[in-house]
């Protein structure tokens, strides 16, 4: 077992390339896609059975698992720190503000790792399973499928300041959205395939009310904001109240993985500012929105691409970190 992980460890090595298989996880080894082979050769196949479940009873769950992902990567690295409840000295990162009220799906991913434990108990981390529940996720609902680097170990802690302050905003400008991205080794280029997500899932009300009313503070509406568009969303959209109210991201497809998103964009039918500003503040963004609204299968590869480099954003491997017994909470150890 050794012997064959040192060999595709050295693999690994000799493949490095932008788009390896294996990620380089720093200190204590790499991450690649063989990891489990020996140790536990159905944890993939675990974690779509569930994944595939979970979406067929409501589709939306599949881009909530998605994000989770995102939101976990950014915040530490991909290291399943989101998924940590409250408790002693851990304050979770579910009560910072890109989460409360929004991150949902963890009672799957509770599901998936009980499936897991009692397959391989003590085996594969909860940070992995979020990795592979995010790609089934997105092929299941008709985007690309891509092969998962492996071997991610998950913290002992949580970062709830990390997690309001390094996760993009609906309402941040393109700068700043971009400083986010390049603070964790992403360009422009996986902003804007990695936003393409958004032609999936839902957005509350609150995340882009000010769009309808108030960009600026002057108490006018967003006029880059397509107007019959607006008109529609003001219905379910009021000045107040109506908080919590769902609109789809895209609402040409909004449970199918394709590259409506970019197409809305370019028809200024983008949801969120952050969606927005990909077409009205930078001419390297709306050109890349423009080749992908007008060719999927390049989102689709650039989209496989830019979520393997996202996964092995500082991943914990070797001795660091642990393999939690259960998501929400850290080993016990007496």
Same mark, same amino acid.
């Given at each position: 077992?050794?012997?064959?992980?040192?060999f595709?460890i050295?693999l690994?090595?000799?493949?490095?390339?932008?788009?390896?298989?294996?990620?380089?996880?720093?200190?204590g080894?790499?991450?690649?896609?063989?990891?489990?082979d020996? $140790?536990?050769?159905?944890?993939p196949e675990?974690?779509? $059975?569930?994944?595939?479940?979970?979406?067929?009873?409501?589709?939306?769950?599949?881009?909530?698992?998605?994000r989770?992902?995102?939101?976990?990567c950014?915040? #530490?690295?991909?290291?399943? /720190?989101?998924?940590l409840?409250?408790?002693?000295?851990i304050?979770?990162e579910?009560?910072?503000?890109p989460?409360?009220? /929004?991150?949902?799906?963890?009672?799957?991913?509770d599901?998936?790792?009980s499936a897991?434990?009692?397959?391989?108990?003590?085996?594969?981390?909860?940070?992995?399973?979020?990795?592979?529940?995010?790609?089934?996720?997105t092929?299941l609902?008709?985007?690309?499928?891509?092969?998962?680097?492996l071997?991610?170990?998950?913290s002992?802690g949580a970062?709830?300041?990390?997690?309001?302050?390094?996760?993009p905003?609906?309402?941040?400008?393109?700068?700043?959205i971009?400083t986010k991205?390049?603070?964790?080794g992403?360009?422009?280029?996986?902003?804007?395939?990695?936003?393409?997500?958004?032609t999936?899932?839902?957005?509350?009300?609150?995340?882009?009310?000010?769009?309808?009313?108030n960009q600026?503070?002057?108490?006018?509406?967003?006029?880059?904001?397509?107007?019959?568009y607006?008109t529609q969303?003001?219905?379910?959209?009021?000045q /107040?109240?109506?908080?919590?109210n769902?609109?789809?991201?895209?609402f040409?497809?909004?449970? #199918?993985?394709?590259? /409506?998103?970019f #197409?809305?964009?370019?028809?200024?039918k983008?949801?969120?500012s952050?969606?927005?500003v990909?077409?009205?503040? $930078?001419?390297a963004?709306l050109?890349?929105?423009?080749?992908?609204?007008?060719?999927?299968?390049?989102?689709?590869?650039?989209?496989?691409?830019?979520?393997?480099?996202?996964?092995?954003?500082?991943?914990?491997?070797g001795?660091?970190?642990?393999i939690?017994k259960h998501?929400?909470k850290?080993?016990?150890?007496?």
């Open positions: 077992m050794s012997q064959s992980r040192n595709l050295i690994c090595v000799l493949a490095l390339a932008p788009l390896s298989l294996c990620g380089k996880a720093g200190p080894g790499y991450l690649y896609p063989q990891f489990y020996q $140790s536990c050769p159905k944890a675990i974690v779509k $059975s569930v994944v595939a479940k979970a979406v067929a009873r409501e589709p939306r769950m599949a881009a909530s698992l998605l989770l992902h995102f939101h976990d950014f915040v #530490k690295g991909c290291d399943a /720190s989101l998924l409840d409250s408790s002693g000295t304050t979770s579910k009560r910072s503000v989460n409360r009220k /929004s991150a949902r799906g963890f009672e799957v991913l599901e998936i790792k897991l434990e009692k397959e391989c108990p003590h085996t594969v981390s909860c940070a992995d399973l979020l990795a592979l529940a995010a790609r089934d996720s092929a609902t008709g985007g690309p499928s891509w092969v998962v680097p071997g991610r170990r998950d002992r970062s709830l300041s990390g997690s309001n302050n390094n996760i905003a609906p309402n941040n400008t393109f700068q700043t971009l991205f390049k603070l964790q992403l360009d422009i280029v996986d902003l804007v395939a990695l936003s393409g997500s958004h999936i899932g839902n957005a509350r009300c609150t995340t882009f009310r000010q769009r309808l009313y600026t503070g002057n108490g006018q509406p967003d006029f880059t904001l397509d107007q019959s607006a969303l003001r219905a379910r959209c009021p /107040s109240g109506g908080d919590q769902l609109f789809f991201l895209d040409i497809s909004p449970i #199918k993985f394709d590259n /409506s998103y #197409k809305n964009l370019l028809a200024h983008g949801l969120l952050s969606d927005e990909l077409v009205t503040k $930078s001419q963004s050109e890349l929105v423009k080749q992908y609204a007008a060719n999927q299968e390049l989102f689709f590869e650039q989209f496989a691409k830019s979520m393997v480099k996202m996964g092995n954003i500082s991943p914990l491997t001795s660091r970190g642990e939690r998501c929400r850290i080993n016990s150890y007496q």
